[in-house]
């Protein structure tokens, strides 16, 4: 049962790795202190970008400079760097000002000798743009804890771990799939906790039993996974459920916590786009 859900969500294969050894942890963090630096200093010229480096914000190609690089003023102090060494990704999930109204950031670079090759972004500027809509509450949990190295996945056993949750909300049953929660798992979406120990809805303090509707149009790639922390994130458009305006539909940046064979920590940025939008990246 568990693998027919888990091979009917399969819809987008996961890119080859090759070892990307001329960058290591910090070499990839630095990529992402230094977009970040240039960002508020409206400045792309001083990011080390290859010749045909593509940036798209939101799914759509812009030129490097446009879109939250004009309006951008400040770090407003949280960031979860997801860093995928294997395959030469930088990954974060930000919380930026732009002028003096905080917004949410997600960024994927590709780093390839020593040189940015790929930019991807989304950015959530409001409560309209994201359906929910703190980042002030955003604070760090559980994602910068080290689990045991023997409690660490595989990488390919962590992308399992991590798929079983579109594979969940495919059917509308975490249940169902028997999805591999911890018990204290939590669930926090655009700053707001929305399952787990603390949420304060009704039959959402388990994770796992808590009701959710079908998404049978859901789609995923993986983004990038930090083999060290036992994170992975992925990018789902969660396909029109007719729950976000006509036509529309949630892309969500979901990164999890995975150690132990559990899922322990999901923690998203989202954004409400039309269910058409692809990632730009097909």
């Known amino acids: ?23 290591d942890r910090e070499c990839l963090r630095s990529f992402i202190t230094q977009y970040l630096a240039a960002l508020v200093a409206h ?13 798209t914000e939101d799914s759509v190609q812009v030129p490097l400079g446009e879109g939250l690089w004009k309006t951008a003023s400040r770090p407003h102090g949280y960031r979860q760097d997801i860093l995928d060494v294997r395959a030469g990704v930088a990954a974060s999930q930000v919380v930026m000002d732009a002028g003096d109204s905080p917004v949410l950031l997600v960024l994927r670079l590709k780093v390839v000798g020593r040189k940015i090759t790929e930019i ?10 994201g359906a929910l809509f703190k980042p002030d509450a ?4 559980a994602m910068n804890a080290a689990p045991d190295p023997s409690q660490l996945p595989s990488r390919e056993d962590a992308i399992k771990l991590a798929e079983f949750y579109p594979a969940g909300l ?4 975490f249940v169902t799939v028997n999805a591999p929660f911890a018990p204290d798992a939590y669930r926090v979406e655009n700053g707001v906790n929305t399952a787990g120990p ?24 993986v ?22 305006g006509p036509g529309n539909a949630l892309i969500v940046w979901e990164a999890f916590k995975v150690y132990g064979g559990q899922i322990h920590a999901v923690e998203a940025f989202m954004k409400v786009m039309p269910a058409t939008t692809g990632s730009g990246w097909e």
Do not use: W
């Not at 792309?44 to 290859?50: E, I, N």
């Not at 991807?120 to 743009?129: C, D, I, L, N």
């Not at 036992?230 to 789902?236: P, S």
């Open 223 to 244: 983004v990038a996974v930090d083999e060290e922390l036992g994170i992975v994130l992925l990018r789902m458009n969660f396909g029109n459920t007719g729950s976000y």
């Open 43 to 55: 400045n792309p010229g001083a990011l080390p970008v290859a010749d045909k480096v593509k940036f």
């Open 138 to 141: 955003i604070q760090p949990k």
């Open 1 to 23: 049962m568990r693998a027919s859900f888990l091979l009917a969500v399969f819809v987008c294969a996961v890119p080859a790795v090759h070892a990307a050894t001329d960058c």
């Open 170 to 173: 495919k059917v509308g049953s």
């Open 120 to 129: 991807e972004t989304m950015v959530t500027h409001t409560q309209k743009e």
């Open 198 to 221: 603390g949420c304060s809805r009704a039959g959402c303090e388990n994770l796992k039993t808590q009701t959710i509707m079908k998404h049978p149009d859901i789609t995923h790639r």
